[in-house]
């Protein structure tokens, strides 16, 4: 499995951005993808997750960082996922990686894409 993640950019605060993810191979139907973000020198901070299995198809998990601000959508058809980032902050400044997991609804993140910086200025 293969993950192509691309959208990001220079915004200013308070402003939006959209990621998009699209995945690339054969994956089972109990499968979810998210977004993680990783600021230099500090730890991988979930973002989002969504689920795509039959059982709990569309249930989406957020970051606390992030609730409210950002939406996880999906197309499971395309194995693509789309992160809708809005109200940014400075703080939001990172690489985001998209990832896909095998398995659910505890995810294992076995699958991830090259990351896409995110730059937000205040």
């Known amino acids: 499995v293969q993950l192509q993640a691309s959208g990001g950019g220079l915004v200013q605060a308070g402003g939006s951005l959209r990621l998009s993810c699209a995945a690339s191979?054969?994956?089972?139907?109990?499968?979810?993808m998210g977004w993680f973000r990783r600021v230099p020198g500090k730890e991988r901070e979930f973002v989002t997750a969504?689920?795509?299995?039959?059982?709990?198809?569309?249930?989406?998990t957020y970051g606390d960082s992030v609730k409210g601000r950002f939406t996880i959508s999906g197309d499971n058809a395309k194995k693509t996922v789309y992160l809708q980032m809005n109200s940014l902050k400075p703080e939001d400044t990172a690489v985001y990686y998209c990832?896909?997991?095998?398995?659910?609804?505890?995810?294992?993140?076995?699958?991830w894409g090259q990351g896409t910086l995110v730059t937000v200025s205040s």
């Open positions: 990832a896909l997991s095998p398995v659910t609804p505890k995810y294992l993140w076995r699958y």
């Open positions: 191979g054969r994956t089972s139907s109990n499968y979810g």
């Open positions: 969504i689920n795509f299995s039959s059982t709990w198809s569309g249930s989406t």
